[in-house]
């Protein structure tokens, strides 16, 4: 688990292709890697890794087919800069909301505007991760936990403080950038909650109009 806080900005330093995925190195700057211990966790722009190896000046990691798919890991190249953050301990200072590290979808920059010393950026979610996201709901872009501050169908806004986009990627967001989007885990299991029974059914993929009709939910 992680608190969305990014820690460090680090650089992939090479990406190796293996039997079909890929083994990845970052270089991770000022992390403090000396109490990360082989096989610990690490979030790169928001997608959980492994380290399986740990050369000194960072670590390296497998990516699988299915993060592949999932995520806009894709997209990087050796030398694109990430968003780092270990994983958190009982003792940590929870000062985002928790992200498991686990990407739900890829999203799109849309726009991007200076709002005095802040920039407000646009991002269109996947339609299916639209119901998940809330006005002034935490979500998680490229593993920083973020405030929404405003929705539109599947899009949503953000104003980013010059603080954040010191210390992350997000400076360098331009429009039609793909990132990594991971929903409030607490919008996921309240869905799977109201389900009630019919989670147990096969076939069921979550909460739609007609479901919520049903149940009293809706009003005509």
């Known amino acids: ?60 990691a497998d990516v699988s087919r299915e993060t592949l798919a999932r995520s806009a890991f894709v997209d990087l190249r050796s030398g694109s800069r990430v968003n780092l953050e270990k994983a958190l301990t009982p003792t940590t200072r929870l000062g985002g909301h928790l992200v498991s590290g686990h990407v739900d979808g890829v999203g799109e920059v849309v726009s991007r505007e200076d709002n005095a010393r802040a920039v407000q950026f646009v991002i269109r979610a996947p339609r299916e991760l639209a119901r998940y996201i809330a006005l002034k709901g935490s979500i998680t872009v490229d593993g920083t936990s973020l405030t929404v501050n405003a929705v539109d169908g599947a899009e949503f806004s953000l104003t980013i403080v010059p603080h954040t986009l010191a210390e992350t990627v997000m400076a360098e967001y331009r429009p039609g950038r793909r990132v990594n989007l991971e929903v409030d885990l607490l919008a996921r299991y309240i869905e799977r909650l109201l389900l009630g029974d019919k989670a147990a059914e096969s076939g069921t993929q979550g909460i739609s109009e007609a479901f919520l009709a049903e149940h009293g939910y809706l009003k005509h």
């Not at 992680?2 to 992390?31: M, S, Y």
């Not at 109490?35 to 928001?46: C, M, R, T, W």
């Open 1 to 60: 688990m992680f608190t969305g806080i990014i820690e460090a900005v680090g650089t992939i330093a090479a990406l190796v292709p293996r039997g079909g995925d890929v083994r990845v190195h970052v270089e991770t700057g000022k992390l403090d890697l000396g109490d990360v211990k082989l096989g610990d966790s690490i979030a790169v722009n928001g997608v959980c890794l492994t380290a399986v190896e740990l050369p000194g000046n960072g670590f390296w």
